[in-house]
């Protein structure tokens, strides 16, 4: 089992700057990849960015240049960079797992509100 909690959300001004953290505890060693997925109203879920056990990053193109993920091995902590911002930024993020027998694990979600 894996548990994830993502923290970092909040109301932020077009052009602003969030930072999301995915702390992630459990069976830490059964995971292949890590990603950070995003939900607006009324739309699917989608993946925003991704990083893989052997540091491989890959970004939605709506998002490449204003967004990073990376992680901190030693906190057990993955984290989305988000600079940039704008309106359709504005979604429910989720911190998700995916482990190596391909079980899928997400977080609870932050909220991200782009407003002036």
């Known amino acids: 089992q894996v548990q994830l909690v993502e923290s970092g959300g909040g109301l932020v001004q077009p052009g602003g700057s969030l930072r999301l953290s995915c702390a992630v505890s459990?069976?830490?060693?059964?995971?292949?990849?890590m990603g950070w997925y995003r939900q607006a109203p009324g739309k699917e879920r989608e993946l925003v960015a991704g990083?893989?056990?052997?540091?491989?990053?890959n970004y939605a193109d709506s998002v490449k240049g204003r967004f990073t993920i990376s992680r901190d091995n030693a906190k057990n902590t993955v984290y989305l960079q988000m600079n940039k911002l704008n309106p359709y930024d504005t979604a429910v993020y989720y911190c998700?797992?995916?482990?190596?027998?391909?079980?899928?694990?997400w977080g609870q979600g932050t909220q991200v509100t782009v407003s002036s």
């Open positions: 998700n797992a995916k482990t190596y027998d391909k079980a899928d694990y």
């Open positions: 990083i893989t056990r052997g540091g491989n990053t």
């Open positions: 459990g069976s830490i060693f059964t995971i292949n990849t």
